[in-house]
C-alpha cells in the first residue's frame, strides 16, 4: 500500500484527506499515462460515481484532468463499481475510474481505478502516480488545440452491463419474492431492474438516495433492517448491497444472515456438484469463520487463504486458476463472470443455487455451522513489535494448543491505523472472550499499549 492508495484506491475525507486537486491530478496523470503508451490511439477513460454529494464534484475534477492530458472521458453516471470493470474489458477503454467510498460514510470518498482488463490497477501504476501527486515527477504537458480531449454521455455502458447480469440467470425467478437493500447506494439504479427482468416480486428498501443517506443505517453493513424487511414482506430471500454494490449479504426467509463465508460454502458446495469448481478449491482470506474451513473440509473442498482484500483473492485466482472466492464482509467473485466482487452477481448466482437445487437458502446454509468470534482492536505503539514479541508469541502458542481442533486465533496488524487485531474463534463467548483477553493481557504486561 501506498501513502494515498491503499487496497482499494485513494480513499479519504472529501475536501479534507482526498481533495478536488488531488482527481484532477489523477486525471492529468491517467490521461497522460495512457495516452502515451498508445500514442497513435485517441484514449478512452470511462468514468463512473456512486450516490455521495461529493461524487459530483470529483468526477468533473476527473475529467477536468483527463480532458487538459488529452483523454476522452466516458460518462457512465450513477454506476456500480463491478459495471465499470465490465465496461472496461468489454468495451476497449485505456481504463476505468470508480468514485466511491464503498461501504464508508456519506462525507468520505474514494478513487479506485481499474485497468484495461477490469482488474484493480497494478501497483508499479499506482507509485508512479503517487509520484505526480507529491511533485516528484516533471510537469505533464498540457493537451492543446484538437487534442484537448472531450466528455461523452455513456449511461449505454451502465444498459449493456444491466442486460449482461439478465444474461447470467439461468432460470426465471417468477413466484419468488426477493427483498433488496440498496444501501441508498448505485445498486439504487440497477438491482431492481435486473430482478423485476427475470420475474421477481421484487421488494425495496433504501433505494432513494439524496447525496447524503448512502450507507446510512441501512445496506450490508447495518443488516437489521433487511432482517426486518424479509419477515415483514413474506419474501423468500433478501439482499444488501454496500454502497457502491459490490457486496452482497443474504438473509434468508426466516431473517438469519448469510454472510459472504455462507454465500462461499453454498455456491462452492453446488459448483462442485456441477464440476464447474476448478481445482476444487475456494479462495479465502484469513478472516473467514472457522466454521467455513470444518465445512468445506467435510465436503472434501479444498481452500486458500489469502490476506484480506478482494484484490489478494483475485490475485490468487489469477494466478492459481481457481473460480471462486471472496470475503466474509461479501466481496464474493465468479471469475468465469466477473474480474472484481459484484454485489448483484453474487444475488444471482444465490438465486440459481436456490432455483436449481429447489431448497429454501435456510436448508442450503443448513450444513455449516458458524463458531462465535470476538475480535478486539488494541492500539500499539509498534504493530510489529507487539505482534513479534516472544512472550506475546508463546501466549498465541498456548490458545492454539487450548483450542486445539475446537478453534483458532489471529493476530492482524491494520494497514491504516496504530492497531493489531486480536481475533479468537472457538465453540462458545465465553472462550473467545478469555483467550482473546489472556493475549491482550501479555501485550499490556510488556509494554506495548498505547
Known amino acids: 500500500m501506498g501513502k494515498y492508495f491503499g487496497t482499494d484506491g485513494f480513499r479519504g475525507e472529501a475536501n479534507v484527506t482526498l481533495t478536488v486537486e488531488h482527481a484532477y491530478k489523477v486525471g492529468r496523470f491517467l490521461g497522460w499515462y495512457y495516452g502515451q503508451k498508445n500514442p497513435q490511439e485517441v484514449c478512452r477513460i470511462v468514468i463512473g460515481k456512486d450516490t455521495r454529494r461529493s461524487s459530483y464534484m470529483f468526477e468533473y475534477s ?11 472521458a466516458y460518462l457512465l453516471h450513477v454506476t456500480t463499481t463491478p459495471s465499470v470493470s465490465y465496461v472496461v474489458r468489454t468495451e476497449g477503454f485505456s481504463c476505468g475510474i ?14 479506485k481505478v481499474i485497468n484495461e482488463k477490469g482488474e484493480k490497477l497494478e501497483e508499479n501504476v499506482i507509485e508512479e502516480i503517487e509520484k505526480y501527486l507529491d511533485g516528484q515527477m516533471e510537469e505533464l504537458p498540457f493537451a492543446t488545440r484538437d487534442h484537448i480531449g472531450r466528455t461523452v454521455d455513456f449511461a449505454a455502458g451502465r444498459n449493456r452491463y444491466i442486460g449482461y447480469l439478465i444474461s447470467i440467470a439461468t432460470r426465471s425467478f ?18 431492481k431492474n435486473v430482478f423485476d427482468a427475470l420475474g421477481a416480486q421484487t421488494f425495496v428498501i433504501s433505494n ?55 454465500i462461499l460454502y453454498i455456491c462452492g458446495k453446488y459448483m462442485k456438484e456441477q464440476g464447474a469448481l476448478k481445482n476444487n478449491k475456494v479462495v479465502t482470506t484469513v478472516m473467514s469463520n472457522f466454521g467455513l474451513y470444518k465445512a468445506l473440509d467435510r465436503e472434501g473442498i479444498g481452500y486458500e487463504k489469502t490476506a484480506v482484500g478482494d484484490k489478494y483473492v483475485y490475485e490468487n485466482m ?13 466481496h464474493i467473485i465468479f471469475s468465469k463472470h466477473a474480474t472484481t466482487g459484484d454485489g448483484i452477481l453474487t444475488s444471482l448466482k444465490v438465486m440459481e443455487v436456490m432455483l436449481e437445487k429447489k431448497e429454501s437458502l435456510s436448508k442450503l446454509v443448513s450444513g455449516l455451522e458458524i463458531f462465535p468470534q470476538v475480535l478486539k482492536n488494541v492500539k500499539v505503539k509498534d504493530k510489529a513489535l507487539a505482534q513479534q514479541d516472544p512472550d506475546v508469541k508463546a501466549e498465541v502458542d498456548n490458545v492454539t494448543k487450548a483450542l486445539g481442533d475446537g478453534g483458532r486465533i489471529l493476530l492482524r496488524q491494520s494497514g491504516t491505523e496504530p492497531v493489531v487485531r486480536v481475533m479468537v474463534e472457538a465453540a462458545d463467548m465465553d472462550s473467545c472472550e478469555k483467550y482473546v483477553d489472556q493475549v491482550i493481557e501479555v501485550m499490556r504486561e510488556k509494554g506495548h499499549l498505547l
Open 62 to 72: 476527473l475529467v477536468a484532468g483527463l480532458t487538459a492530458s488529452g483523454a476522452e
Open 208 to 262: 432513494e438516495p439524496n447525496g447524503l443517506n448512502i450507507n446510512t443505517d441501512c445496506g450490508s453493513t447495518h443488516i437489521e433492517k433487511l432482517q426486518n424487511f424479509v419477515k415483514e414482506v413474506g419474501a423468500d430471500v433478501g439482499f444488501a448491497y454496500d454502497g457502491d454494490a459490490d457486496r452482497c449479504i443474504a438473509v434468508d426467509e426466516n431473517g438469519n444472515v448469510v454472510d459472504g463465508d455462507g
Open 98 to 111: 470508480m468514485i466511491s467510498a464503498s461501504h464508508n460514510p456519506y462525507y468520505d470518498n474514494g478513487i
Open 318 to 330: 489469477v494466478t492459481y486458476g481457481n473460480c471462486l472466492g471472496g470475503e466474509q464482509s461479501g
Open 174 to 191: 417468477k413466484n419468488k419474492k426477493v427483498a433488496l437493500d440498496c444501501a441508498n447506494g448505485s445498486a439504487s439504479a440497477i438491482a
